[in-house]
């Protein structure tokens, strides 16, 4: 490109600006996020009828303001796909991403005759929590429940919230069946008091784990284990209160 195509100021901006059939025109046909379609309509300049300045700046400017289009598109798709797989509150992975996990490591045990293990965690005394301090503060609880029970985790498992107080773990490789070590790991989460804008506070929760013993495990019925198990586990802490 020579000199005078270079220099293209604020006249040439706003002549191209001024001939709707040569600058680009983007509709938004569709935006639906959740299934991700997006579709647009682009008239791009006719060179051959402009001034050569004029005309690749208008270029310039479709290819710019479709490439802002789909990128706007494309960030719509991903939000409303995290969305739709992950809990607003905590971030983690919600009910459906959770159990579609635990279907796949399931399928996986089965093939190369591994342990998964499941787990279900419910925090204690979460209603008056909310009743004494408030949902705000019972927000921030669930929050630092879920975070505090990654960490304790390692980076391959899974912590999710499926939904009120209640999350569940999915460990898909265990070396073993016993599931005490794993249960005390996470009982150790909550030694220490939450930190929450209103200062410390003590919580504690009934956890509970089923792993796979048999070939057929099916999830539900590790699941309904797993409640079972934390039940339990809340009525010996009961006890021994």
Known sequence: MGEQGLRVGKAAVLHALAQPAYFATVAFAAIAGAAGA??????????????????????????????????????????????????????????TLFRERASHALTVSRRRQSVVGVGMVDINGFKQINDSFGHAIGDEVLHEVGHRLERVLREADTVARLGGDEFG?????????????????????????????????????????????????????????ADLAMYADKRGALRRA
């Open 38 to 95: 997006f579709s647009a309509t682009v008239f791009f300049p006719d060179l051959a009828q402009m001034s050569r300045p004029y005309g690749l700046l208008a270029l310039a400017l479709a290819v710019l303001a479709l490439g802002m289009a789909c990128a706007a598109a494309c960030a719509a798709h991903l939000e409303a796909r995290f969305l739709a797989y992950h809990d607003s509150l905590t971030g983690l992975p919600n009910r």
């Open 169 to 225: 773990i999915l460990l898909e490789t265990m070396a073993d069946e016993v599931v005490e070590p794993v249960v005390e790991k996470l009982h150790q989460a909550f030694i220490e008091p939450l930190t929450l804008s209103t200062g410390p506070l003590a919580v504690d929760a009934g956890i509970g784990f089923a792993v796979t013993r048999a070939a057929g495990t099916d999830l539900d019925d590790l699941l309904r284990d």
